[in-house]
């Protein structure tokens, strides 16, 4: 092994395990950011007893759940049962290694150590453990494994609640994948290129993409709160839905890993908007390309409000909007994101070619103004038909006529 492969395989090892760390502690706080948040949202107290304003919480509910006694269904089978949750942590832990954090840190060393040799590394470190040509396609290859963990759940289970409840998990799941990567062919369309880096470079040079393609991230979005069971679209592990779904056999640290890696695919969604839509690490002006420490730490803080931000809108929209129907959220999916995408998608391919004839000679910026300007109309056209009770609920919903009111109880009231 040359000593430049060492070095590279150094700088992963570290990367992975500073980045892991982080991930692993921003879920478990993000748990009490939660309950923060819903306090104040609802004017009550949040968790403020154990450690200064309650901030040891999220060590307490850990240890609780290690402690916890485990137990098995007495006919389950036991090793799907236990891989499970393993199926619905790893590919949620793992797609967060592939995402820009930051801008590029210059990095130099040469040293030598005893019995293993020379180390050295020359340049431009991404901040990313794998900084993989294929880009958005790993992390949404990885995200449609998550539903095997809660289809093998609610069928290891033997509990038939369980098993309706994995069901329909696994048929929401697959149906937002199809929305969420027809959201994504536009960004291909316009970049030629799948790599997060080149993604933020062209956002760089032009504008953030939220702009010209304000229906991809609205599609892009919506399929996120899908994809991570969050509300409106809860009912997999709701209260109110066949005993809270596919994990309902579940107990102490098994039951958590399933929570663990809920709020890691949403940090992961999050973050995926950040990098896709809203130009990533980038700054307006061109001073963080220039390379450097500070570059890369402004970059890294400009990135995690970015993601925080989006953490927030999650947050706020489970306390503030009641769940779907299970019918109204298959028909969003089907009769509504993917026809839209299917049509966006060939709106924006002839959108680009209009532009590169037209403004050939024109800068990047001036291009995605223009796309911007033709997305308007397209905007307030969606926005218009997706109004309550059009197409989410059906018109027969509308046309059914009213169930007759008994004479007794209308004399009542």
């Known amino acids: 092994m040359t000593p430049e492969m060492k070095g590279f395989l150094l700088l992963t090892v570290v990367k992975l395990l500073a980045i892991f760390t982080i991930t692993l502690i921003g879920v478990a706080y993000l748990t009490l950011v939660e309950r923060k948040v819903c306090a104040w949202m609802q004017y009550r107290l949040g968790p403020n007893r154990v450690g200064p ?85 790993f992390v949404i290859a990885f995200g449609s494994m998550g539903v095997y963990g809660i289809a093998l759940a609610g069928w290891s289970s033997n509990n038939k609640y369980s098993l309706l409840g994995g069901l329909r998990a696994s048929a929401q799941m697959v149906s937002y994948e199809v929305a969420m990567s027809l959201s994504l062919i536009p960004v291909v369309l316009i970049t030629g290129n799948v790599s997060f880096h080149e993604i933020i470079a062209r956002q760089q040079a032009g504008l953030w993409f939220v702009l010209p393609l304000f229906l991809s991230f609205f599609m892009f979005m919506v399929s996120a709160f899908a994809e991570t069971n969050r509300v409106p679209f809860d009912l997999p592990e709701a209260e109110s839905e066949l005993i809270a779904g596919y994990h309902t056999e579940y107990s102490a640290m098994k039951f958590s890993l399933f929570f663990i890696a809920e709020y890691a695919n949403m940090i992961t969604a999050s973050a995926m908007m950040v990098v896709l839509f809203f130009g990533g690490w980038d700054l307006p002006g061109h001073w963080d390309e220039a390379g450097g420490l500070l570059q ?13 931000f989006f953490l927030f809108v999650f947050i706020w929209v489970r306390w503030t909007l009641p769940r779907f129907r299970y019918d109204q959220l298959m028909s969003l999916g089907w009769k509504v994101l993917m026809p839209i995408g299917l049509a966006y998608v060939m709106l924006v391919g ?30 307030f056209l969606v926005f218009l038909v997706l109004d309550r009770g059009r197409l989410v609920s059906g018109s027969a919903a509308r046309r059914a006529p009213a169930a007759p009111v008994p004479a007794g109880v209308e004399e009542a009231a």
């Open 296 to 308: 890369t730490l402004v970059t890294g803080l400009v990135m995690f409000l970015k993601t925080f």
């Open 53 to 137: 304003n309650g901030w040891f919480q999220p060590l307490a509910d850990g240890l609780k759940n290690i402690l916890k006694e485990e137990t098995f269904p007495r006919d389950s089978n036991k090793i799907l049962f236990v891989l499970a949750p393993a199926l619905s942590l790893i590919p949620a832990t793992m797609m967060s290694l592939v995402l820009p954090w930051a801008a590029p840190l210059p990095v130099e060393f040469d040293f030598s150590l005893p019995l293993i040799g020379r180390f050295v590394h020359h340049g431009l470190m991404p901040i990313a453990v794998a900084d993989l040509p294929i880009g958005f396609l």
């Open 350 to 379: 002839l959108g680009i070619y209009g532009v590169d004839t037209l403004l050939s000679g024109s800068s990047e910026t001036i291009k995605m103004g223009a796309l911007f300007l033709l997305n308007l109309p397209l905007m």
